[in-house]
């Protein structure tokens, strides 16, 4: 369908909705209760080795206005938020984000000895190759460069200037901002500027129960867990903002929700039941990951991304393939990344969900169900290529080449919270069992495979006294541990290494977070931390937080990494997808992959975000003035 | 304190010593009910030198000494502010709650351990006179307290302006604004239902219910507070943090923290805001004493910190750093009771407080660190609700109207402006959810 008759039908259910809202607010008058907050912002962070990595300039915008309750309906209101920013790191610090970012490069060549290169365009050349002139060498990185050396895996040229300035690489409608998407991420088709903007509105049932309406472009929070995403994911994320480290109220992306909660109150076994309806009727968006070329680019995988998309529209040289050891020019339409497949607006392709939520004292509990689109993506192989060898294009089994999907998921759940009154800490639990989710598997000709997930979080919340450093205010230790479970996990030892899904079959994220206060609350200090149990990687962030006064407030922190960064995992160059000319040997079978390994591009899964951001040491300074 | 005998007028110094000459369970349950409820029937008390109008400043502070708290005798003393004396005047509580005190009388029995009672239903539970012969006065005390008619049935602080400030430069550092929301689920008497809202199934007593309206930083943190009728039961809370927008169950040890920054702690809420059972309760004197009552409408107001369509101006604050009301004092009768914690990690020693015989309320506390030192002391200025807002008139209601917060060792206080309105509509009992939270977070 269209991407503008999609708008259309999405854009008319929008109105139609408002429409069917319109008898509330013809019967509620105006009050005087309308309140506006704003704030400006400057976000200056340094990276180590890099410079200058974020100069961000926000203006945001709160407003909402109240109306008199009428008849059965109360808590009406509209509320908007309203968000621009200016990231001035592309215009100051150009030459590592901007339109002057990259360079000419080298692509390792071991076949003429250890760490030996070829200039891109130079590598060994398949009978269809690519012409430089349509990939010039230039404006490029190597993938995966800023952590770690080739080091006889694949690895290949990566445009990293806007999409306006170099289109290489720019998957159309998945991370292809131009100049001005990036430095004002707002001002984009999905008018982002508008973040939040809905009706609220109580209906009042006669036994007491209120049914509780919020429409419009909103965020809805699943979950009691910081920082993890096990049931808060009813918006997509944007990473690209400060990867994994902004509060999820600034990065998650608002979408257009019809949010019911029946609010039952309180029963003869409850102190409080509820029960909510979510449809999310917005048009499909996934998570931001970032577009290679910006300063945040979770686990690196845009740089991925765009690497494959241009190698896919336009050739070019790959590190050490032919023979697992030469650099190698494939032509257009062999392997890479052909194109994201977004899901249109559809009824279909809306997402719902249910939750139903009690207390009973000291426990509090939720029970979660959504059918939603992953908002991460998945690459599936087994699209129509070009053989270089032959020129034939047809299915080729485990050819690297792909499509980017973003498959239809069910997710169920649950959350608790408990106090225990004898050790006055806080439990609290959330857990999820996902059916539908994707992975990449060197071990199926499709390169990838579904399995169900489970995680969970499980966290901790007490207050102790440091009387030696402070007597007067406690400190708040909060400890959470985060666990995923891949149940239809697949691996194999193969004749150069282990092959499958390089995700870990069973793995954990612990965090801590200590935080302080003194001076009334108005400077505070606190460390969080995060390990990668499987990925033996730390990220730590010591921060101060001084609020001046009611306008003023300065937070400063360091962020850096600890631990191990890039991993190897089995990179496909020896799927063998155009036998006989890539067999290994004689039965080796296609499409089978003999393991041999790399860092690219399958390592940055077990590396997770924080092994693969030990790259990513930052200074980070936030000034905000409200008003 | 001979002063203080001496002042007192003689039909008074007479009906304690007959008190003293009879048991309590001899007098009449009117008897005792009256003189609970209306100490100054008879006549008010007086003290050698005090008058009406007259200004308690540093050059005569000495002379009342002994109706004055030590920790304000000090701020007088340093020039820090003065004392404005207005006359001693009955703010009757509603005459609903006194009769559920006269049908609840002699029906109120402290259990075993202390936080432990049976037999009450609404009013006050222990109306006879305090005796220093009764280990556990101040323990009954304490639960004329927290059964008291504090805000009645229901009310709502809409809004409550509460400002940081340094004592030293008088600077402003911050400036909170609130809703607060009171609610009873159990003894109640005058608002419907009564004598309880039901269902209940986890036997709440009470609720409190706290959101922020500014400054933008805290903006739509809220704040609820379920406490159980069984004493012996941790308050449950939640906090929704409006940066994260999702409810937090707090462990309640959090109740100790400064809140949001402020000087006071969730426990320090209307003077003490814990469960009996978390102190030690030592019932010390009954004194007449100089207590912050007044009437809001003849005080001059603050004319810039709140407005609207009322006409409603909110208590002035002035004197060393603007931490102290702009209010007038009156002499009253006040029980001493120090309440010490159970637990030794509790950042107090011990708070001291001075409650209101006829409201018990507690205007005065006077708090004190770990080592024993003062750390902080406490006023909740009190205004007669007949001479409030027109809707709070005959409510029966003590208006909490102003408090200031001194932390005494950091020269910093936390003052509290209010709207205070008796009005259930205000406070519907749905607002103490759970999901009320999130349904009005954004």
Request: include cysteine; charged fraction near 20%.
């Amino acid at each position: 369908m269209p991407k503008n008759t999609q708008n259309i039908k999405c854009t008319m259910l929008k109105v139609a909705l408002g429409f069917a809202l319109l008898p509330v607010f013809q019967q509620s008058s105006f009050a005087e209760d309308v309140r506006v907050n704003t704030y400006i912002e400057n976000a200056t962070f340094f990276r180590k080795d890099v410079g200058l990595s974020k100069f961000r300039n926000t203006l945001q915008i709160e407003a909402a206005k109240s109306f008199k309750s009428s008849g059965s309906f109360s808590n009406v209101s509209l509320s908007g938020t309203f968000r621009l920013t200016y990231d001035g790191v592309y215009d100051l610090n150009d030459e590592d984000f901007g339109e002057k970012a990259g360079r000419a490069i080298s692509i390792e060549n071991v076949a003429a000895g250890p760490g030996a290169t070829v200039l891109f365009g130079e590598g060994l050349a398949f009978p269809f190759t690519f012409d430089t002139a349509n990939n010039p060498n230039e404006g490029m990185i190597v993938l995966g460069e800023n952590l770690h050396a080739t080091d006889g895996g694949v690895a290949m040229g990566v445009p990293v200037r806007p999409c306006d300035t170099d289109s290489r690489g720019c998957i159309n409608g998945y991370l292809d901002k131009d100049m001005q998407e990036l430095r004002s991420q707002e001002l984009n088709d999905r008018l982002d500027f508008i973040r939040e903007l809905y009706f609220d509105f109580d209906y009042n049932l006669d036994n007491g129960s209120i049914i509780s309406t919020r429409l419009g472009k909103q965020q809805v929070i699943w979950g009691r867990t910081d920082l993890f995403r096990v049931l808060d994911v009813i918006n997509p994320v944007d990473y690209s903002r400060n990867n994994i480290y902004d509060e999820l109220e600034d990065i998650r992306i608002p979408m257009w929700i019809l949010k019911t909660d029946f609010r039952m109150g309180a029963t003869e076994t409850f102190d409080d039941v509820n029960l909510q309806l979510i449809w999310n009727f917005d048009r499909y968006r996934p998570n931001d990951l970032g577009q290679c070329g910006q300063p945040n680019v979770i686990i690196d995988a845009g740089c991925f991304f765009r690497g494959m998309n241009s190698l896919w529209d336009n050739g070019g040289t790959v590190a050490n393939f032919a023979g697992g050891v030469a650099a190698t020019d494939f032509g257009p339409g062999q392997i890479g990344i052909r194109q994201a497949n977004l899901p249109s607006w559809s009824l279909s392709n809306t997402q719902v969900g249910l939750k139903f939520e009690g207390v009973l004292g000291d426990l509090g509990f939720s029970l979660n169900a959504l059918s939603y689109r992953s908002q991460m993506p998945s690459i599936r192989a087994n699209i129509q290529a070009q053989n270089a060898f032959t020129g034939e294009v047809g299915l080729w089994p485990a050819l690297i080449a792909f499509d980017i999907n973003f498959p239809r998921l069910t997710m169920l759940g649950g959350s608790m919270d408990y106090y225990s009154q004898g050790i006055d800490t806080v439990f609290r639990v959330e857990a999820s069992h996902t059916s539908g989710e994707e992975f990449g598997n060197t071990l199926r000709e499709d390169l990838y495979s579904e399995s169900d997930v489970v995680r969970y979080v499980l966290g901790a919340d007490k207050s102790i006294f440091i009387p030696f450093l402070n007597d007067k205010t406690a400190f708040l230790f909060s400890g959470q541990i985060f666990g995923q479970h891949i149940l239809d996990h697949e691996r194999e030892e193969r004749l150069l290494g282990t092959a499958g899904i390089p995700d870990w079959e069973e793995n954990w994220t612990a965090t801590l977070l200590i935080k302080g206060w003194w001076m009334n609350n108005r400077l505070s200090p606190q460390i969080l931390a995060a390990h990668d149990v499987r990925a033996s990687a730390t990220a730590v962030s010591l921060s101060v937080e001084w609020i001046v006064n009611d306008n003023f407030k300065f937070t400063g922190g360091v962020n850096f990494k600890l631990g191990t960064g890039a991993r190897k995992f089995d990179d496909c160059r020896t799927c063998n997808p155009w036998s006989p000319f890539t067999a290994a040997f004689p039965e080796h079978t296609p499409g089978s992959t003999l393991g041999l390994q790399g860092f690219e591009p399958l390592g940055r899964f077990q590396s997770g975000p924080i092994g693969m951001a030990q790259k990513e040491d930052e200074l980070q300074f936030t000034l905000r003035y409200s008003f | 304190m001979k002063k203080l005998i001496s002042g007192i007028k003689l039909s008074i110094a007479a009906t304690f010593v007959t008190s003293a000459l009879m048991t309590t369970s001899a007098l009449a349950a009117d008897e005792v009910i009256q003189q609970s409820f209306f100490p100054y029937a008879q006549s008010t008390p007086s003290f050698e030198g005090l008058a009406k109008g007259m200004v308690i400043d540093k050059s005569n502070v000495a002379q009342f000494k002994d109706v004055i708290d030590p920790a304000f005798y000090v701020f007088i003393e340093k020039g820090f502010t003065s004392i404005v004396v207005g006359d001693t005047t009955s703010l009757a509580l509603h005459q609903s709650y006194i009769d559920a005190s006269t049908k609840g009388y002699s029906k109120v029995t402290l259990g075993e351990k202390v936080g432990e009672i049976s037999g009450w239903e609404a009013g006050r539970p222990f109306p006879a006179e305090p005796s220093n012969d009764d280990p556990r006065a101040g323990e009954k005390l304490a639960w004329n307290y927290k059964y008291g008619y504090n805000w009645g049935d229901s009310a709502a602080i809409y809004p409550f302006y509460w400002k940081y400030r340094d004592m030293d430069s008088a600077k402003v550092e911050r400036t909170i604004k609130f809703n607060f929301h009171f609610l009873n689920f159990k003894g109640r008497v005058n608002q419907q239902p009564t004598p309880e809202i039901t269902p209940n199934p986890s036997d709440l007593f009470r609720s409190i219910y706290v959101q922020v309206l500014a400054p933008d930083d805290v903006r739509n943190t809220q704040l609820l507070i379920h406490r159980a009728a069984d004493d012996l039961k941790r308050d449950n809370s939640w906090l929704y943090l409006g940066f994260q927008r999702r409810v937090r169950r707090l462990a309640t040890g959090q109740v100790t923290d400064a809140f949001l920054g402020s000087d006071l702690m969730i426990e320090d809420f209307e003077g003490y805001n814990g469960r009996i059972s978390d102190m030690n309760w030592e019932y010390k004197a009954t004194r007449y004493m100089l207590m912050p009552f007044f009437n809001h409408n003849e005080l001059t107001l603050d004319t810039e910190t709140h407005s609207d369509s009322d006409g409603y101006q909110v208590v002035a604050f002035s004197g060393q750093g603007g931490c102290f009301p702009n209010i007038t004092w009156q002499l009253r009768k006040v029980y001493e009771v120090e309440a010490s914690p159970v637990n030794d990690s509790h950042p107090l020693s011990k708070r001291v407080h001075f409650m209101d015989a006829q409201t018990f309320t507690i205007p005065r506390t006077i708090s004190y660190d770990r080592k024993g030192t003062m750390w902080k002391t406490f006023t909740i200025g009190q205004s007669d609700p007949d001479h409030h807002l027109p809707a709070n008139k005959g409510s029966g209601v003590s208006i909490d109207d102003a408090f200031s917060m001194i932390d005494v060792q950091a020269n910093h206080c936390t003052t509290g402006q209010f709207k205070g309105q008796v009005d259930p509509e205000l406070t519907p009992p749905s607002m103490f959810s759970v999901q009320h939270l999130r349904a009005t977070g954004s």
